[in-house]
């Protein structure tokens, strides 16, 4: 049985010698490498989803709501509240995590004979879920300080003319936000080439110190914003993702979402979470004071440090990022090397997990310069 391989059965030639994606799982005490929100979900809101999931149970006989309403209605009401834009149920769609979201855009708007293009480095997934969905991925340019070179991205844009746009913002792995100014005018390039999606990727957005930018889908059917539930809401392990957007474009990923793709489990789970926004945010905002605590003392210290405006931070420079990354584990210390030449990333964990990870790093003393 071990003898045959995947490139031995006749899968797809793009499939061919691939890798599946996934960060390095490691038993190690510090985990700082998949920008997980360190605290568990508190004690209330786990009674709750016990009470909601229990009720849940009764009726799993059934399938689930298949439109998913009360959890759209809440999710809208969120983002209403935390954004001061209005939306409703019709502008937003859930699905198993924003992977999953930005699977049905690109069964959407893109596959086979369509093309999509982000601005690298950023969420890989972007050009991975692209490639299983038949769509051909076209790496934009990115500037050397890691911010969207707007004159270089509308080029290419203009010349590439892909069918889908993603900006990431706050981008990943680097952790930049990108500008409402940028987003708008790349919108406009992307609209000027051929109408084409533009997905911004908000998956970081709550820990930004920047506004989101829900706002921008007034009048712009083409533009959809992604969010998570897997950040902000500590809730990686739900896997619930969702957008907002125009509710045409609602419509319009219903044409290839699976029936009844989110279980009647996750719909409750996920709408206790949102009984409890705003303990969860309260989270962020001791997250955010982590980051920027880590971006000084990682200054200090004499790293770079790009600026960040999520719960991660990207430092360096290293000759060998991955020879620093083996030695931060070494130290019981696990963060991500995402393969930025000379650059790593580490998430904001509790304040132990930051001080152990600074104290890792302080005598490595194996940056440059
Ligand atoms: N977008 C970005 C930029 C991310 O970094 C991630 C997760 N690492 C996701 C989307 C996907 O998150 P999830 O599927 O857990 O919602």
Known sequence: MSDVRIDDLPVRDELRGKSPYGAP??????????????????DPLVERIAERVR????????????????????LAEYLTKTSGYEVGPANVWAANGSNEVIQQLL?????????AMGFEPSYSMHGLISRGTGTGWISGPRGDDFTIDLEAAEKAIVEYRPDVVFITTPNNPTGNAVSRETVLALYEAAQSAKPSMVV???????????????????GRPNLVVSRTMSKAFGAAGLRLGYLAAHPAVVDAVQLVRLPYH????TQATALAALEHTDTLLGYVEQLKAERDRLVEELRAIGYEVTESDANFVQFGRFDDAHEVWQKILDRGVLVRDNGVPGWLRVTAGTPAENDAFLDAVRDLQCFVG
């Open 107 to 115: 069964q959407t708007f893109g596959g086979p004979g369509r093309t």
């Open 200 to 218: 911004v990727d908000e998956a970081y957005i709550e820990f930004s110190h920047g506004d989101s930018l829900l706002s921008l889908i007034e």
């Open 262 to 265: 989110l279980s009647a489990v």
């Open 55 to 74: 009720e849940a149970a009764r009726h799993l006989n059934r399938y689930p709501d298949r439109d998913a309403v009360e959890l759209r209605t809440r």
């Open 25 to 42: 799982q490691l038993d190690v005490p510090v985990r700082l490498n998949t920008n997980e929100n360190p605290y568990p979900l508190p």
